[in-house]
């Protein structure tokens, strides 16, 4: 009797384990996730604020509805016409996919939705005579004349909570209708699409802004890749510099290819600029910033011998190489360097950040349409904030910074503008806290007399004269160890994103993201991971990535995205970039579609072929389920 009994237990436990697996989130039959239609909706207008319908499907839906009534007799569509409409409706039902038991693409779509037993039976009796215009299957055809028990049977659905109508009326299910989904601890469950793989380190992934929505992935050996809006990416590299670029195997290493920015009007001039490591007559080291242009003869080949150096600057030790290049919105190129590398700062008095005659630790900002009368190949701009101290490199536009690793520009809400052109950057601490900074012009963030908001240099800190500005987030090295800073969400696939600044851990691979009041001007963190296999249920879409998160793009459309890897190694081929995607709300189809300018490319693409399967993750979810199950079996037999 006590293994039987444990056998019941174990196989209700299972049951129901699987049941857990199977309940799913909101669903529409292109499986993708509902939408808030951009117009009413005049005949579905039950799904009018949120569901799976447009103004064009639900005309669609209508004239269905009429051709059918048309075939009806008064008699019969009197009782009839209202329960007809609300079935034929369900495919505007933000749980469609579950109502027509369609979760999987690769099953046939349900010609009915699951009804609920008892409201099956009402339109049976009301409505028997109007099956044969829904379906062509012919056993739901033959069982809704013979057999009414049978008939309700057969489209009820294996999962109660989906019926209709009883869907409507499920708290659990629609009281965050369309809202990013939360774990049990308010954690917002995101999912990711695979976009590339097999790279080296992947540092960066930058867009040309020329309207052909290409993407440029540079790996740390000197490497940039170019990725096609279909997915594929030229055979050929797009840059190699990895004969010039200093970069070592060694796991960790800083030093190699870290930054890439095209010219606002690349388009027309056909100019980009690099930032890299370099050993000069095999004795300094240092990093270089250098011009290069687009190949005359193919718009997916930089010409390799057209690099013009701008700026070289000699590192003391191997890491805080900095690396970030992006122009802003003042068509200026801010320059984000290190502070020189070692632990806390030890160069000079006060180290290389708050000196301003170094140009360590800093944000520089030049002109690169011209050069200056004394020879540099770059002009200082105008309105530089210490242009006129005779104390301060002229390039200095903020200072303080210890290793801002990845910074990005606000493009600013779409429609009112807001936050448009801020600059954020993750800054990388030393023992205890990581920051994410906005730079402002002039500014003094802290470094080294300060690590986040508490001293680090007592004496420094201490000084009255000393004047920082705070950062708008830190968090200690219990949560990860090197930050990794990420864009401000500012697409449209995904609104329930927006606004939203994303960032990430190099060492613990956390994503985390903060959200501003714009009333105070404050930042709240809004935790982010990944949802579980069945959040993430939606064809191409998984719900894990490398722990090791290098950095985060942003495509011409405003999409995010961010590249890890497993193994830290500029040679190991393990790097892997991924999209972000909100399973429980979109825009409305069509709103996010773009027309590309069309890429000419000379030789072979080479297609991507998914590494991440979502399938992995599931099955270890059901064999944990199971491992864990019999377990308890053993327990109870004992």
């Not at 009915?112 to 379906?135: A, D, N, R």
């Not at 049978?150 to 909570?161: A, G, H, M, T, V």
């Not at 630790?361 to 349409?369: A, E, T």
């Not at 990581?434 to 001293?455: L, Q």
Request: aromatic fraction near 10%; hydrophobic fraction near 35%; include cysteine.
């Amino acid at each position: 009797m006590g293994r039987d009994r444990a056998e019941r237990v174990l196989l209700a436990l299972l049951h129901a384990a699987l049941l857990r697996c199977a309940s799913s989130h909101p669903q529409c039959l292109d499986f993708q996730p509902p939408f808030r239609p951009p117009h009413h909706l005049e005949f579905c207008s039950l799904y009018d604020a949120f569901g799976c319908c447009d103004q064009r499907a639900d005309n669609r839906i209508a004239e269905r509805y009429w051709d059918i009534v048309d075939l009806l007799d008064s008699d019969a569509y009197e009782p009839c016409g209202d329960l007809l409409k609300d079935i034929l409706c369900q495919e505007c039902s933000p749980y469609a996919a579950h109502l027509y038991d369609a979760e999987d693409p690769y099953t046939p779509v349900r010609h009915l939705p699951g009804l609920c037993f008892v409201y099956c039976s009402e339109f049976h009796s009301k409505c028997h005579s109007v099956v044969k215009y829904l379906t062509d299957n012919k056993i739901l055809r033959e069982s809704c004349v013979s057999d009414r028990s049978r008939f309700c049977n057969l489209i009820d659905l294996p999962d109660k909570d989906y019926c209709y109508p009883d869907v409507l009326h499920n708290t659990n299910l629609y009281s965050n209708l369309g809202k990013v989904a939360e774990d049990p601890v308010g954690c917002l469950q995101l999912c990711l699409k695979e976009v590339a793989n097999g790279l080296r380190n992947p540092v960066l992934m930058v867009h040309s802004g020329d309207n052909t929505h290409r993407m440029f992935v540079a790996e740390q050996l000197g490497f940039v890749w170019v990725f096609l809006k279909d997915g594929s990416r030229v055979e050929r590299p797009f840059l190699d510099v990895s004969g010039k670029v200093l970069s070592t195997p060694w796991m960790g290493d800083e030093r190699g290819f870290l930054g890439l920015a095209f010219h606002p009007r690349f388009r027309k001039n056909g100019r980009f600029f690099i930032y890299y490591s370099v050993l000069v007559h095999n004795q300094a080291e240092k990093i270089r910033i250098s011009e290069m242009s687009v190949s005359s003869h193919d718009m997916n080949r930089a010409n390799q011998n057209s690099e013009r150096v701008l700026l070289e600057i000699e590192e003391p030790a191997a890491n805080h190489n900095g690396g970030q290049l992006l122009f802003g919105l003042d068509g200026y190129l801010y320059i984000f360097t290190g502070d020189g590398g070692k632990a806390g700062d030890p160069f000079g008095e006060h180290g290389n950040s708050q000196n301003k005659s170094a140009l360590l630790g800093k944000v520089l900002r030049i002109d690169v349409d011209g050069s200056s009368k004394d020879g540099k190949p770059y002009k200082i701009p105008s309105d530089n904030p210490f242009i006129h101290d005779k104390d301060a490199r002229q390039e200095v536009y903020a200072y303080g910074v210890r290793n801002t690793w990845r910074c990005s520009v606000d493009r600013g809400d779409p429609d009112s503008q807001y936050g448009q052109g801020r600059i954020f950057c993750g800054d990388v601490g030393q023992n205890r806290f990581e920051e994410i900074d906005v730079i402002v012009k002039g500014g003094n963030y802290g470094w080294r007399a300060k690590e986040g908001f508490e001293c680090f240099d007592m004496a420094l800190c201490q000084n009255s004269a000393f004047d920082d500005v705070l950062p708008i987030f830190t968090y200690g090295h219990h949560i990860g160890k090197s930050v990794t800073g990420g864009y401000v969400y500012r697409g449209c696939e995904a609104p329930n994103l927006s606004g939203l600044y994303i960032f990430g851990d190099f060492m613990s691979g956390q994503l985390m993201a903060l959200e501003e009041d714009k009333k105070t001007g404050t930042w709240k963190e809004r935790n982010i991971c990944m949802g579980d296999a069945n959040t993430c249920s939606f064809p191409g879409l998984i719900n894990h990535h490398h722990r090791f998160i290098i950095s985060f793009g942003e495509d011409e459309a405003g999409e995010l995205y961010f590249l890890a890897t497993s193994h830290p190694s500029s040679e190991s081929p393990f790097g892997t970039v991924f999209k972000f995607m909100d399973p429980s709300r979109r825009a409305p189809p069509g709103k996010c579609k773009y027309k590309p300018i069309p890429v000419k490319v000379k030789g072979k693409k080479v297609p991507l072929v998914p590494i991440e399967r979502k399938f992995n993750k599931k099955s270890s979810v059901l064999i944990n389920i199971i491992v864990d199950l019999s377990s308890m079996m053993t327990a109870l037999t004992l």
